[in-house]
């Protein structure tokens, strides 16, 4: 199975901030890198595919890149509404795997 | 707008099965281009991706889980099933259904909102 591997587990930040997540693949998973943002009580919902494809209706602060093993999230200036887990997911082969998350909190 | 749904029951007993449905709705499940997935979230493992299953009944499981899974379609009633056997408490988890596009091996969405299966006596 591919390992995906998410730093920071948590942190901190104030609105307006850059922030970025990184997600480590234990091996070559391509551009086949997809991001997500869960609240809580609620289901992931998909921003990102593909490593940079921004889903119909996520905001452009919101960007992801990499390749190969190693891929960010950005999100460039952050919003009370960005406070929220994030999680990566490799959808290279089988089995599909997802990253331990990342929380985003207030600062 | 696409909208799924789980349905089941939300406490299950040790050893017995669990069984939960994913009703579609604002959409077709026949369509060829659309894959229909179950994925699990607990506190221990995080997000785990179980199984997938075209509208032509093809299924694709987690090796890991593959012994005691069964995800079956039903295009008459626009949803899908999942079975789990041999249920431990290992197997309490918020409980996902979601739509992959192209291909079983693919991204997610959208999701259904989940459902909390409880394993106890």
């Known amino acids: 199975d591919i390992q995906m591997t998410q730093s920071p587990s948590s942190l901190s930040a104030s609105v307006g901030d850059r922030v970025t997540i990184t997600c480590r693949a234990s091996q070559s998973i391509s551009r086949y890198l997809d991001w997500y943002q869960q609240k809580p009580g609620k289901a992931p919902n998909l921003l990102i595919y593909?490593?940079?494809t921004l889903q119909r209706g996520v905001p452009s602060r919101f960007s992801g890149s990499g390749s190969g093993t190693d891929f960010t999230l950005t999100i460039s200036s952050l919003q009370p509404e960005d406070f929220a887990t994030y999680y990566c997911q490799q959808s290279y082969s089988s089995p599909l795997t997802f990253g331990g998350g990342t929380k985003v909190e207030i600062k | 707008q696409l909208q799924l749904q789980e349905s089941g029951p939300g406490l299950v007993k040790p050893s017995e099965t669990l069984s939960l449905t994913c009703t579609v709705s604002?959409?077709?499940?026949?369509?060829?281009?659309?894959?229909w997935g179950w994925i699990r979230q607990s506190p221990g493992k995080g997000l785990e991706w179980m199984g997938t299953v075209s509208y032509s009944g093809s299924t694709y499981y987690n090796p890991s889980l593959k012994s005691r899974l069964t995800i079956s379609v039903d295009t008459s009633k626009n949803h899908f099933s999942l079975k789990v056997d041999s249920l431990t408490a290992a197997d309490t988890a918020v409980y996902f259904c979601?739509?992959?596009?192209?291909?079983?091996?693919?991204?997610?969405?959208?999701w259904g909102q989940g459902t909390l299966v409880t394993v106890s006596s």
């Open positions: 979601a739509r992959s596009r192209s291909s079983w091996l693919n991204w997610f969405d959208p």
């Open positions: 604002g959409g077709s499940i026949s369509s060829s281009n659309y894959y």
């Open positions: 593909a490593t940079s």
